[in-house]
């Protein structure tokens, strides 16, 4: 396509042969939400650019280099297209009063835009489903997020995901740990490169976050945050640890777990894997008690989590899950013009009946026709000619097993095939 016009890079077409994929994915994760009680949510893609300024904050990845940001030229409103779900949730969740009689479980689900470099795990334009459980206070709640993924992944066939879970405390200690790492890393200001000199303070916890070998040694050796811990959020922390192991959930306690958005408080937690390479973290969430009111609205508890689906399909077939592709029951092959109109009879019939149908269309010998017939998969090809028609009847010819084919009445077939795939229909 030398001259065409292609797709924006890091943005994918999910073309058929894997949309399957994402279509077994999305119903498994709606049966899912709905054992739990999650309602689905649904806001646009596009927001005022200040929301996720307000909610992500200023000095954060997603903010200073990765948003979609554009200003809408008929009335010079600045617009961002959505880097991820929770800020425009709560936003809805606000402007509606959702929260006015009764706490909401919440999901959605959809594509997000960061503009990152593209890589394998990594897109610009990429998609998440994002469960929100919103004026809890947890700590039960935060146990049953982390439970329900751990469902999800069986319920995917998905094996070896590592739980890494901490906390970061409440407002107050978190601010006390953080003029400590700025005590600390200034008194290391010659160790630390640029990214970090920037954010010594702004955002003196994503210092941690960095993958720079020289300063892992004053990484390794800044203050901790359970040192400045709050006794609630470290009971907070206890009785969730108490419930996942009650749950017969795993999971490892990561201190140094920093999430690249500036809104959590208390729990958060990401669900790993070794088996995708660097882009290994295929959910993460956490608590954001302080958010609702950060964006306008009455204060409430909340907590939740995103996962990531384009990372979560390569997993799921990592781990070697096949999911079959889905097929027609019959594709109807016809020749001879007295047979066209009781081939769309037949056809039409059958799908009355239940089965999955394609009608040749286009002509063709037989034997082309035939061609195609298995090409789509199908398990029967039913043959219409000029015979059959006078006949009232129809030839039906299994595809994918040794079996003669046999003239029958149209209203016989579904008997036979219901008899031979008895646990299908
Ligand atoms: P990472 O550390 O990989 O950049 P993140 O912390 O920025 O992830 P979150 O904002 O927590 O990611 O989003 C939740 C999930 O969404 C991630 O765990 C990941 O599975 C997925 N995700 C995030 N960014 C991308 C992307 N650019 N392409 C594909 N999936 C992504
Ligand atoms: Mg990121």
């Known amino acids: 396509m030398a001259n065409g016009v292609k797709a924006i890079r890091g943005m994918n077409d999910i073309l058929p042969d894997e949309s399957y994929l994402w279509a077994h994915f999305e119903q498994t994760v709606q049966h899912w939400l709905a054992a739990y009680g999650y309602r689905n949510i649904r806001t646009p893609i596009v927001e005022q650019t200040d929301l996720f300024i307000r909610s992500i904050g200023e000095v954060t990845d997603i903010v200073e280099k990765e948003m979609y940001t554009f200003v809408d030229h008929l009335n010079n409103d600045s617009l961002t297209l959505r880097p991820e779900g929770t800020a425009s949730c709560v936003r809805a969740v606000i402007e509606h009063n959702l929260l006015y009689s009764s706490p909401q479980r919440l999901y959605y689900a959809g594509p997000m835009f960061r503009h990152e470099r593209p890589q394998k795990g990594r897109y610009r334009q990429f998609h998440q489903v994002g469960v929100e459980a919103l004026g809890y206070a947890g700590p039960d709640i935060d146990a049953e997020l982390i439970v329900m993924c751990a469902r999800l992944w069986d319920l995917l066939g998905i094996s070896g995901l590592r739980l890494e879970i901490s906390t970061l405390g409440n407002a107050e200690s978190r601010a006390l740990h953080r003029s400590r790492l700025i005590k600390y890393f200034e008194q290391h200001r010659d160790v630390l490169d640029e990214d970090s000199l920037r954010r010594l303070h702004t955002n003196p916890l994503r210092i941690l976050d960095s993958k720079n070998p020289v300063m892992q040694g004053i990484i390794g050796n800044a203050p901790k945050l359970m040192d400045d811990l709050d006794a609630e959020s470290l009971s907070h922390f206890e009785s969730l640890q108490h419930i996942l192991r009650e749950q017969g959930i ?176």
């Open 250 to 425: 795993n999971f490892e306690i990561n201190l140094r777990l920093v999430r690249g958005l500036d809104y959590y408080n208390r729990t958060v937690f990401e669900w790993v894997t070794d088996k995708l390479g660097a882009q290994g973290t295929v959910c993460a969430g956490g608590r954001y008690d302080g958010l609702i009111e950060q964006v306008g609205g009455k204060s409430a508890p909340a907590c939740g989590f995103a996962m990531g689906i384009e990372r979560l399909l390569a997993l799921m077939q990592e781990c070697g899950g096949k999911i079959p592709q889905p097929a027609p029951h019959i594709y109807i092959v016809h020749q001879g013009d007295l047979s066209l109109d009781y081939a769309w009879k037949c056809a039409e019939t059958l799908r009355d009946q239940g089965f999955d149908v394609i009608l040749h269309c286009g002509g063709g010998s037989f034997k082309s026709q035939m061609k195609k017939a298995d090409a789509s998969g199908a398990r029967y090809a039913m043959i219409i000619g000029d015979d059959e028609f006078k006949a009232q009847e129809v030839t039906l010819k299994p595809l994918r097993e040794p079996v003669e084919q046999a003239s029958v009445k149209l209203d016989l077939v579904a008997e036979l095939i219901n008899n031979k795939e008895p646990h299908d229909q």
